[in-house]
C-alpha cells in the first residue's frame, strides 16, 4: 500500500521509506512498481523482499530508479495499473504505455499522449488502454486499442452526453475481459460521483446504479 510516506507490505511486515512518500503501486509476478509525486517511477525487485511480523524489515535501500522525465511525460505519477508485462501510467502532464521486458527491468518500447487532468488506468491482458480525463465542465473514460503515440483516444465516454450525465465526476474504472453480450468486447465499470455504471462494449449499452 502507497501511503504519505513510504510504502507498506502486507500489514507491515515490510516497508519502504520515500522522502515525499509514494502517490500509488502496482506489482506484477516478479517486481512492485511505485509512483511518486516528484522523482518518477521506481521499482523492487520482490526477491529483494523480506518480511517479518514482530519487526517490520526496512527494504528502502532495494527501492530502484525505472522511469523518469524525458522518458516518461512527468516526473509527477498519479496512479499506476499494468498487466502481464504491460505498464500504464497517468502522470500531471499525460499518459504513458511501457512495455516491460521480460529479461530486465529495462522499459521496452513506449508510447504516450500528452493531456491534462489524466487521474485513473487500466490496461488489459492485450494492451486495450481505458484512462480517464477530468475536465472542466466534464470528464471521459478514453479508450486506445492500437498502440502507438496517440494524439486523441479511439474512442471516448464522456460525461455531458451519450453513456454517462452530465457533471458526474469518475473516480475509478476497472474493467472484465470478454464478458460482453457477445463474448468477445469487454464491460467497463465505472465508479463515480453519482454511482456505479456498468458499459458493455460490445452492445454500448449500459447499466446505472445510482447512489442513494
Known amino acids: 500500500m502507497s501511503t504519505v510516506s513510504g510504502v507498506d507490505i502486507d500489514g507491515l511486515v515490510a516497508y519502504a521509506n520515500h522522502i515525499d512518500g509514494y502517490s500509488t503501486v502496482w506489482a506484477n509476478s516478479t517486481t512492485v512498481f511505485l509512483g511518486t509525486f516528484d522523482s518518477g517511477i521506481k521499482y523492487i525487485d520482490k526477491n529483494n523482499?523480506?518480511?517479518?511480523?514482530?519487526?517490520?524489515v526496512d527494504i528502502s535501500e532495494y527501492v530502484v530508479d525505472y522511469l523518469n522525465y524525458p522518458d516518461i511525460t512527468s516526473n509527477s505519477i498519479r496512479y499506476i495499473h499494468g498487466n502481464g508485462d504491460y505498464l500504464m501510467c497517468c502522470t500531471d502532464s499525460g499518459v504513458d504505455f511501457v512495455r516491460l521486458p521480460i529479461e530486465?527491468?529495462?522499459?521496452?518500447?513506449?508510447?504516450?499522449?500528452?493531456?491534462?487532468?489524466?487521474?485513473?488506468?487500466?490496461?488489459t491482458s492485450t494492451g486495450k488502454s481505458y484512462y480517464t480525463v477530468s475536465g472542466t465542465s466534464s470528464w471521459s473514460v478514453n479508450v486506445i486499442t492500437c498502440l502507438t503515440?496517440?494524439?486523441?483516444?479511439?474512442?471516448?465516454?464522456?460525461?455531458g452526453g451519450g453513456v454517462l450525465a452530465t457533471e458526474i465526476k469518475i473516480n475509478d474504472i476497472f474493467v472484465t475481459e470478454g464478458t460482453s453480450y457477445d463474448g468477445v468486447s469487454n464491460t467497463l465499470f465505472c465508479a463515480t460521483s453519482s454511482g456505479a455504471f456498468i458499459i458493455d462494449e460490445g452492445t454500448n449499452e449500459y447499466t446505472i446504479y445510482y447512489k442513494e
Do not use: H, M
Request: aromatic content about 20%.
Open 149 to 159: 503515440d496517440w494524439v486523441l483516444p479511439d474512442y471516448e465516454y464522456v460525461t
Open 104 to 123: 530486465n527491468y529495462s522499459p521496452g518500447y513506449r508510447y504516450y499522449t500528452t493531456v491534462s487532468g489524466a487521474k485513473k488506468c487500466f490496461v
Open 49 to 56: 523482499i523480506t518480511v517479518d511480523v514482530d519487526v517490520p
